[in-house]
């Protein structure tokens, strides 16, 4: 290898590998079902504000001081974009009779429900659904529609501990029925 091909096969490698920090994974939508013992099971879901622009893995994450430094009305866009694609991108199936409709309660929080505090914590919506587990249900599980734009990750706890089993569900896909304890 000549010393001029050595130079430009090093330019490349630096070029590559600063254009990859400023790489963002492709957002995905956590959906986690946890039942409890005294018969609640709370669906939580994560919805990345990067899901509503064209080309997500360019958009930088959205970070505490992006949710500081906007506007009430802004923030309550971006709450009222979660829901309308909650309501889009993801059904819920019951084996009990009746219908359950969901009912979210949405915040900004750090993925996982972690609170955020320093200015370059990532930031996400997440809609939280607690309800009465009925007593003829014994399972459910999670669709992701169509029309979703993203996959949706399943997955399943008992009073806080997370099983190891989870689904990947790309548009159109189901998820394994979730056992009610």
Do not use: Y
Not at 121 to 149: E, G
Not at 155 to 171: H, K, M, V, Y
Request: aromatic share 8%; with cysteine.
């Amino acid at each position: 290898m000549t010393t001029g091909s050595a130079i430009l096969a090093a330019a490349a490698m630096l070029l590559c590998g600063v254009q990859s920090l400023f790489a963002n994974p492709e957002p995905d939508v956590p959906v986690r079902c946890d039942f409890t013992k005294d018969g609640t099971c709370t669906i939580t879901v994560e919805v990345d504000p990067r899901c509503f622009v064209p080309d997500p893995m360019s958009e930088k994450l959205f970070m505490k001081m992006d949710v500081d430094l906007r506007s009430a009305e802004n923030l309550q866009e971006i709450q009222a974009q979660a829901r309308d694609a909650l309501s889009q991108w993801i059904r819920f199936e019951f084996d009990a009779p009746g219908e359950l409709s969901p009912v979210f309660t949405l915040a900004f929080t750090g993925p996982k429900g972690v609170p955020v505090k320093k200015a370059g914590d990532p930031v996400i919506v997440t809609a939280t659904w607690k309800f009465q587990i009925p007593a003829a249900m014994k399972r459910l599980r999670v669709h992701a529609t169509k029309q979703a734009r993203f996959s949706v990750v399943v997955s399943g706890a008992r009073d806080g501990a997370a099983s190891e089993r989870f689904a990947t569900l790309f548009p159109g896909e189901s998820s394994f029925w979730l056992e009610v304890p």
